[in-house]
């Protein structure tokens, strides 16, 4: 599967075993040791068994070394750009949804084609993270009628939209667990969750206090799961899944989700504790994970968001570089399946206090100069993009990395990346720097945007 750094070792051959191979080619040589003419026939077999010996070795470290880098899939060159399309606070924007849809034609302004819905099922809570009554598509955030004008709005400006899956937990109706809108009994409670009456099995994944874990195991659940998923596709108009708490269930039965329900993109929440001295087992955490999906699953790149804000914060920026010249976050392994973001509705500060985790406010912008230029799937924060002032600055540098035909796959060259300086050029054609000091590409270059510590070029 995807080689992470472990599976890049193991592309190596150890000397031990090339000795049988080598032989046996001795043996066949004492064979054939008085035929001259055969001799060189043998030379010639050698040659070309080494060669099948030693082909697939060299294509796969050149293969690992490449510009698509450390998965197991072919670069998939995506050039989408998404929206977070609510913040913490939206819901009390009501009706939301309309918000949204007045907002299309800025989305799609911007080369915004694909935007992430909060979960829109009736839930205890009102930003959504409860959900309740699964089919009933009327929330906080409005009716179900304004949410699939919504959707039907974004389709027209070819925005596809994605939903936020809550399916780790559920509450009931009227107590902890009399679920309704579908029917659930007790057996579809994890036997370890704190209302200690499911009947189910043990958690696959971490338990949540606040609602009751479901049994991903029990195969009715599952099935349950998938026609409303199906259902979200087909009756609301739903593209694809923002899989929410990934850590709270075993990973092979959201693969079996995602098989089913075939979403035109998928995408998963796993963060994990960043250890910013030591950050390659962040995102090799992400990479096994994704690997036990057979890379079908991206995940956001919570490993580039922590070494970022923090590079930006201090001016740190050789904290972009890995030991291997890369860089340093998710992209640096496997840029097709990670997608890039600043901040999102739980890191800023108006989310609960345990979660917050903000990327530094005078630095945002920095922080898109470097996922709107970089490989990955940029993800642009509804509150950056409307509230704060930088939809201009930003729907530049999205515009930017459309003309120059930049991608989830491209390249990056790493000119740069030390105290109070960071610049790289991503496909021999954007040059990027960020920071105080004063650099450029050189000749055959042109300046095409810049802001409060960055600047970004364009090959001439
Ligand atoms: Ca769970």
Redesign the pocket.
């Known amino acids: 599967m995807g080689c992470g750094n472990k599976e890049l070792l193991a592309l190596y051959p150890s000397p031990s075993t090339l000795y049988p191979f080598f032989y046996a080619l001795s043996a066949l040589d004492k064979i054939f040791i008085y035929a001259k003419n055969m001799y060189r026939v043998m030379k010639v077999i050698k040659l070309l068994a080494a060669l099948v010996l030693l082909l697939p070795l060299s294509g796969g470290v050149v293969f690992c070394a490449s510009a698509h880098n450390l998965g197991s899939s072919p670069p998939r060159f995506d050039s989408t750009i998404m929206l977070q399309g609510f913040n913490w606070s939206s819901w009390k924007t009501s009706p939301w949804w309309n918000i949204v849809e007045s907002k299309a034609g800025d989305m799609s302004q911007a080369g915004i084609n694909l935007v992430w819905l909060p979960p829109s099922s009736d839930s205890a809570s009102d930003e959504g993270y409860l959900p309740r009554r699964l089919y009933t598509q009327d929330s906080r955030y409005g009716s179900s009628a304004e949410l699939t004008s919504a959707i039907t709005a974004l389709h027209a400006k070819g925005v596809k939209v994605i939903a936020d899956i809550v399916v780790?937990?559920r509450v009931g109706t009227g107590n902890w667990a009399d679920f309704t809108d579908p029917a659930w009994g007790p057996e579809s409670v994890?036997s370890d969750d704190e209302w200690a009456q499911g009947k189910g099995a043990a958690?696959t994944?971490?338990?949540?206090p606040f609602a009751r874990?479901l049994d991903h195991t029990n195969a009715a659940v599952r099935k349950a799961i998938t026609a409303w998923l199906a259902w979200l596709r087909a009756s609301i108009g739903y593209d694809g899944w923002r899989y929410d708490f990934a850590r709270?269930?075993g990973s092979k039965y959201m693969l079996m989700y995602n098989k089913a329900t075939k979403p035109a993109f998928a995408v998963a929440e796993i963060w994990d504790d960043l250890d910013l001295n030591n950050t390659d087992p962040h995102r090799q955490a992400l990479t096994d994970w994704m690997d036990s999906v057979g890379g079908e699953i991206k995940v956001f790149d919570f490993t580039t968001k922590g070494i970022l804000q923090q590079a930006v914060a201090s001016g740190e920026y050789w904290r972009l570089k890995d030991a291997g010249g890369r860089p340093s976050g998710l992209i640096g392994w496997w840029p097709d399946n990670a997608v890039t973001f600043v901040d999102n509705h739980d890191t800023t500060v108006e989310a609960s206090s345990s979660k917050s985790w903000p990327f530094p406010s005078d630095k945002v912008i920095q922080g898109y100069a470097y996922i709107l230029t970089h490989p990955g799937i940029p993800c642009v924060f509804w509150s950056h993009f409307f509230d704060w002032g930088l939809k201009n600055e930003i729907t530049k540098l999205a515009g930017i990395r459309k003309t120059l035909g930049i991608t989830s796959s491209s390249n990056v060259n790493i000119v740069h990346a030390s105290q109070d300086i960071y610049a790289a050029v991503i496909d021999n054609k954007l040059a990027v720097k960020l920071g105080y000091q004063s650099w450029d590409p050189g000749s055959g270059w042109s300046l095409s945007v810049q802001g409060n510590g960055y600047k970004v070029w364009s090959k001439k």
């Open positions: 780790n937990h994890c958690d994944g971490k338990g949540v874990d709270g269930y």
